[in-house]
Nanobody, 128 residues
């Protein structure tokens, strides 16, 4: 079982940047598919980006709404996954959640619609 803790949220101005961190304990993240989801007030939770586990696809997934602005990455030495967010827009305002799933037989992370493990979330607010 893996425990996930997000950090790095806060207030940013439009056009600004933030980096979210998702630190794991209990298991090595290398073998897990890792996700970033977000949920804005009154909206459904949506997948922002994901990165497959070691035996999966080498190509991260990004939603169309964040392509060319958000980048997901993994630091195995720190057992941490990051979401670098740039060119932030007010519509990026949401609670951001890190999630993980250990189904290694799944090649592409985006195939899994309901990851098994979730963090508590971190608030990102983009406003001038």
């Amino acid at each position: 079982q893996v425990q996930l803790v997000e950090s790095g949220g806060g207030l940013a101005q439009p056009g600004g940047s933030l980096r979210l961190s998702c630190e794991a304990s209990g298991s090595a993240l290398d073998y897990y598919h890792i996700y970033w989801y977000r949920q804005a007030p009154g909206k459904e939770r949506e997948m922002v980006s994901c990165i497959s586990g070691r035996n999966g696809s080498p190509y991260p997934y990004r939603a169309d709404s964040v392509k060319d602005r958000f980048t997901i990455s993994r630091d195995s030495t720190k057992n941490t996954v990051y979401l670098q967010m740039s060119s932030l827009k007010p519509e990026d305002t949401a609670v951001y959640y890190c999630a993980a799933d250990g189904k290694s037989y799944v090649h592409q992370c985006q195939v899994i619609s309901r990851p098994a493990y979730w963090g508590q979330g971190t608030q990102v607010t983009v406003s001038s």
